[in-house]
Nanobody, 118 residues
Framework: QVQLVESGGGSVPAGGSLRLSCAAS????????MGWFRQAPGKEREFVGG????????SYRDSVRGRFTISRDNAKNMVFLQMNSLKPEDTAVYYC???????????WGQGTQVTVSS
């Protein structure tokens, strides 16, 4: 079973950028759809973006579309979330997830904190 480890979180001022990374174990990484989710204090976990196994089928939640970009490097078993023009409302713990298809995620990482100050 694939295991996921996120990195790249931190604290930035509004308007700043961060790039989150997720390293996956296993030899069948390209078979998995990958997603990014986030959970702010007191709120439910929400979908941020997803990408199919081959790098296509990208999707984003409306509030991040145009600011965030998801990508993957199957040769390195990595998935990324480039976050630009960050807003205080983007503050949350960000989780990487893997599953058999976009929209169905079964394995989760431990999360990385992103804090955006106003």
């Amino acid at each position: 079973q694939v295991q996921l480890v996120e990195s790249g979180g931190g604290s930035v001022p509004a308007g700043g950028s961060l790039r989150l990374s997720c390293a996956a174990s296993g030899r069948t990484f390209s078979r998995f759809a990958m997603g990014w989710f986030r959970q702010a204090p007191g709120k439910e976990r929400e979908f941020v973006g997803g990408i199919g196994g081959s790098g296509g089928s990208k999707s984003y939640r409306d509030s991040v579309r145009g600011r965030f970009t998801i990508s993957r490097d199957n040769a390195k078993n990595m998935v990324f979330l480039q976050m630009n023009s960050l807003k205080p409302e983007d503050t949350a713990v960000y989780y990487c997830a893997a599953g058999p298809t976009v929209g169905l995620y079964e394995v989760w990482g431990q999360g990385t904190q992103v804090t955006v100050s106003s």
